[in-house]
């Protein structure tokens, strides 16, 4: 997996109709200063674009293979797949997370707080090259 440069989030990650999640503003602070563009996606009914600054679209010059898409929902993941970005489910329902695994996420999040750690892991190429220890091995 290549660096991610950019992370577009359905707003129903967001938000909900009280006001945005408590996890937002931290969260997006720490991805700013990570140098992380961030974007909210395009309605639902819309595709899926990503366009460099000078065009129509979500402004971003991330490449779609270095983009995070956050979403809560089986619509979602499908259409990150077929924009050729990686979809990460943000899993705020246990039970609905437990069916949309079933959809083969690239991962699962239950806050948005855990996004800077996962951006670090595979920006030090873990995701790919190491594999983690086995706590067997430790054992005396």
């Known amino acids: 997996m290549r660096p991610i440069k950019a992370i577009l989030f359905e707003p129903a990650c967001l938000a909900d ?18 140098g992380i563009q961030l974007h909210t996606a395009p309605p639902p009914s819309s595709s899926l674009v990503l366009l460099n600054r000078d065009r129509e ?10 983009t995070l898409y956050i979403t809560d929902n089986a619509a979602g993941l499908t259409k990150a797949r077929a924009a050729g970005m990686i979809p990460i489910l943000l899993m ?9 695994v079933a959809n083969n996420p690239a991962g699962g999040i239950v806050s948005l707080l855990e996004l800077p750690d996962l951006i670090r892991f595979v920006a030090a190429g873990n995701a790919a090259t190491t594999p983690l220890p086995s706590p067997l091995r430790a054992a005396p």
Do not use: I, N
């Open 92 to 100: 705020h329902d246990p039970d609905e997370a437990m069916r949309l």
């Open 17 to 34: 109709a009280e006001g945005p999640f408590e996890d937002v503003a931290p969260a997006f602070t720490e991805l700013k200063s990570m």
């Open 57 to 66: 679209g979500v402004a971003t010059d991330a490449d779609p293979a270095e």
